[in-house]
């Protein structure tokens, strides 16, 4: 298995900018995560999907972060206008529904806002 | 909510030598799941190892095992024959299996940075 797979890698932007981060899991798994990891707060859980329906999004930090998941297969994250403190690395992540089963983690994409 | 407390910012160990990476956690359940994971610089977030509450042996995995005591909601980690490639960031996190809605996600410690000394 290819595992999670996230693109872009690295992403550079300026303020004001949309960006769109993109996810594919784990083939199989149910639950998708995003998660957001920078120096200050370490990794903090924006938002999770279990069967593509969004169950928890109180971790977006505000009104200009949305994500989606269409299908089984792909999910994004979306900011706009981006800004300067979005600058983090933005992890995906995907598990099966079964008992202690972990989370995969994607490479992570780098962001950053100028 | 759980939290997750890692009170060693960074560790440092001698090759072939053993180290222990704290870690706290605060929760009112009673069935829930603990893990650590391996973060080198390549970012890549790798699973070390996992423990069920429910379970009190603890885990092991090669070099790697868990001291898991629930009672005082203390799950460390302890790399023996620490190598090179040890080196990284481990984070502690705590997922609950109270199913709501499905999954639930994990919620992670600050992390401890470990160097390992040649």
């Known amino acids: 298995d290819a595992g999670v797979i996230q693109s872009p890698r690295h992403e550079v932007t300026e303020m004001g900018q949309e960006v769109t981060l993109r996810c594919k899991p784990i083939?199989?798994?149910?639950?998708l995560f995003w998660y957001r990891q920078t120096m200050m707060r370490g990794l903090e859980l924006l938002i999770y999907?279990?069967?593509?329906?969004?169950?928890?999004d109180s971790g977006m930090p505000e009104d200009r972060f949305s994500a989606k998941m269409p299908n089984a297969s792909f999910s994004t994250l979306k900011i706009q206008p981006s800004e300067p403190r979005d600058s983090a690395v933005y992890f995906c992540?995907?598990?099966?529904?079964?008992?202690?089963?972990?989370?995969?983690f994607g490479n992570g994409t780098r962001l950053t806002v100028t | 909510a759980q939290t997750v407390t890692q009170s060693q910012p960074e560790m440092s160990v001698q090759e072939a030598e053993t180290v222990t990476l704290s870690c706290t956690y605060d929760?009112?359940?009673?069935?829930?799941?603990l893990f650590w994971y391996k973060q080198p610089p390549s970012r890549q977030m790798i699973l070390v190892i996992r423990?069920?509450?429910?379970?009190?042996q603890n885990a092991t995995e090669n070099r790697f095992s868990v001291n898991f005591q629930k009672a005082a909601k203390s799950f460390s980690l302890k790399i023996s024959d620490s190598q090179l490639g040890d080196a990284a960031m481990y984070f502690c996190?705590?997922?609950?299996?109270?199913?709501?809605?499905?999954?639930?996600?994990?919620?992670f410690g600050k992390g401890t940075r470990l160097s390992v000394i040649a």
């Open positions: 992540a995907s598990t099966l529904g079964v008992r202690a089963s972990p989370l995969h």
């Open positions: 083939s199989g798994h149910n639950s």
């Open positions: 999907f279990n069967n593509n329906v969004p169950i928890d």
């Open positions: 929760t009112s359940e009673s069935d829930y799941y």
């Open positions: 423990q069920e509450a429910y379970k009190q």
């Open positions: 996190a705590y997922r609950s299996a109270v199913v709501v809605a499905g999954n639930t996600p994990l919620v």
